[in-house]
C-alpha cells in the first residue's frame, strides 16, 4: 500500500499528549479559569480529547505494523515491548523517587502487601491498580494516567487475531464489515455503560478492558486497511474534516448525549486525525526535528502534577507552567536518553531478523520500520500510547 513516509502522525501525538496534560493540569492544579474568551478556548480543547485520538492512530500504525511483520510475529510483539516498557520503567522510578522524597512511602508502606502488589503491577500490565496504602499521596493515585497502558496492550494482542478474522471473509468488504461490526458492538457497550463508570467498582474495571475501547482503536484500523481507496478524501482535507468535526461538536453540546450521533462523530474524528497526518506533512519534522516526546509526556505528566498537588504548589497559571516545564524537560531527557536508543536497539533486531519478502513487502516495510531518530516523520513499528 502506497503510504507516505513523511506525515504529521509524531505531532498529533504530541498535540495530544498536550491536551491530556492541560486538562489534568488544569483539574489538579485548581487553576481557575478567570474570562469567558479561556472558557471557550477549553471547550474547543476538550473537543478533541487525546484518547481517542491515540487510539485512532494506534489503530491506523499498529495495523501497518502487523502488516509488515506477521511473517515474523515474534519481532512484532518485541517491537511493542520495546515501545512501551523503557520508558513506563523509568516513569516509576521517577515515581518512586518523588514519593520518597516527599516523605509518602515509610514503613507502614512498605510492609503492606498492598505496595508490592501495586509495584508489580507497574511494571507488568495492571498499571490501573492502587491500593488504599497510596491514596493519600498526591490525587490519590501515582499515575492514573497508566489506565491506558493495559488497555492498548490489549489491542496489541487482539490486532493479530482481527486480521487473521478479517482475512477469512470474501475479499475486502467482507473484512471491513466484520471490523465495523465490532466497532459498533464495542459501542454499544460503551454508551449502555459509561454512565455508571465512576459509580459502580465492576464498571470501573470493565472500562479497563479492550471491550469497550476498542471502537475507535478499529477506526483507525479501518482507515489503514482502506487508506488506498480514501486517501482521496483525506490527503489534504484536513481543513474540511476539522470543520465537520467542530459542527459535530456544536451540535452535540447543543442536544446533549445523543450515542448514534456520538458514533458519528467518532468516525469523523478518526477521519480528520488521518486527514491532519497527511496535510501539511513537512511541518513535524519542521517543528519537532525529530524529537518525539508524546510518550514521555504522557508517562510523566502526572507523576509532576501530582508531586506539585502534594507539596501543595497549585492554583495558578505560574503553577501549570512550571509543571509543564518538567514535564518537558523529563520528556526531552526521557526521548535522547533512553526511547531514542532503545528504538535504535530495536531497529537492529528487525534487521537481523528481517524475512526475505517480495519488493513489493520490502517497499511497505521501510514505511513502518524507519528509524523514528531521523526526524522524517514516517510511519513507524511503533505505538500511538493510549494515553489520558
Given at each position: 500500500m502506497d503510504i507516505s513516509r513523511k506525515n504529521n502522525f509524531d505531532l498529533i501525538r504530541l498535540m495530544a499528549a498536550l491536551q491530556v496534560f492541560y486538562g489534568h493540569a488544569l483539574k489538579h492544579l485548581d487553576v481557575p479559569v478567570q474570562s469567558w474568551a479561556w472558557a471557550k478556548v477549553n471547550w474547543l480543547i476538550g473537543c478533541f480529547h487525546?484518547?481517542?485520538?491515540?487510539?485512532?492512530?494506534?489503530g491506523f500504525l499498529i495495523a501497518k505494523s502487523w502488516e509488515s511483520n506477521r511473517d515474523d510475529g515474534r519481532q512484532y510483539f518485541v517491537n511493542r515491548f520495546l515501545r512501551i516498557y523503557p520508558a513506563l520503567w523509568l516513569g516509576l522510578g521517577l515515581t518512586l523517587t518523588c514519593?520518597?522524597?516527599?516523605?509518602?512511602?515509610?514503613?507502614?508502606?512498605?510492609?503492606?502487601?498492598?505496595?508490592?502488589?501495586?509495584?508489580?503491577?507497574?511494571?507488568?500490565?495492571?498499571?490501573?491498580?492502587?491500593?488504599?496504602?497510596?491514596?493519600?499521596?498526591?490525587v490519590g493515585t501515582p499515575n492514573g494516567s497508566l489506565w491506558t497502558i493495559p488497555v492498548e496492550l490489549q489491542f496489541y494482542l487482539l490486532v493479530p487475531l482481527i486480521a487473521w478474522a478479517a482475512g477469512r471473509f470474501r475479499g475486502r468488504l467482507g473484512g471491513n464489515v466484520f471490523i465495523g461490526a465490532c466497532a459498533v458492538f464495542s459501542f454499544v457497550l460503551y454508551a449502555l455503560f459509561i454512565d455508571q463508570k465512576e459509580t459502580?467498582?465492576?464498571?470501573?474495571?470493565?472500562?479497563?478492558?479492550?471491550?469497550?475501547?476498542?471502537?475507535m482503536f478499529l477506526f483507525g484500523m479501518l482507515l489503514y486497511r482502506n487508506y488506498d481507496v480514501l486517501q482521496r478524501m483525506v490527503n489534504g482535507k484536513a481543513l474540511f474534516w476539522f470543520g465537520l468535526y467542530l459542527i459535530m461538536a456544536i451540535v452535540e453540546s447543543s442536544v446533549g448525549k445523543w450515542a448514534p450521533l456520538e458514533f458519528v462523530s467518532g468516525a469523523v474524528m478518526a477521519f480528520f486525525v488521518v486527514s491532519a497526518a497527511f496535510t501539511c506533512s513537512g511541518v513535524t519534522s519542521l517543528l519537532l526535528r525529530g524529537q518525539d516526546l508524546s510518550y514521555g509526556m504522557y508517562v510523566y505528566h502526572m507523576i509532576i502534577i501530582n508531586l506539585f498537588v502534594h507539596i501543595g504548589f497549585g492554583g495558578t497559571v505560574v503553577s501549570m507552567a512550571a509543571a509543564f516545564a518538567c514535564v518537558l524537560a523529563a520528556s526531552a531527557v526521557s526521548w535522547n536518553?533512553?526511547?531514542?536508543?532503545?528504538?535504535?536497539?530495536?531497529?537492529?533486531?528487525?534487521?537481523?531478523?528481517?524475512p526475505r519478502r517480495s519488493m513489493i513487502c520490502d517497499m511497505a516495510a521501510a514505511d513502518v520500520d524507519a528509524p523514528r531518530a531521523t526526524g522524517d516523520g514516517g510511519i513507524r513499528d511503533e505505538t500511538s500510547v493510549a494515553i489520558a
Open positions: 487525546g484518547v481517542p485520538i491515540f487510539f485512532v492512530i494506534s514519593m520518597i522524597v516527599s516523605g509518602s512511602i515509610d514503613g507502614t508502606v512498605l510492609s503492606s502487601n498492598g505496595f508490592w502488589t501495586w509495584l508489580v503491577g507497574q511494571v507488568t500490565f495492571f498499571q490501573f491498580f492502587t491500593p488504599d496504602c497510596l491514596r493519600s499521596y498526591g459502580a467498582s465492576e464498571m470501573k474495571l470493565f472500562f479497563m478492558t479492550f471491550v469497550p475501547q476498542i471502537w536518553m533512553l526511547e531514542k536508543k532503545v528504538l535504535a536497539y530495536k531497529e537492529m533486531l528487525s534487521s537481523r531478523h528481517e
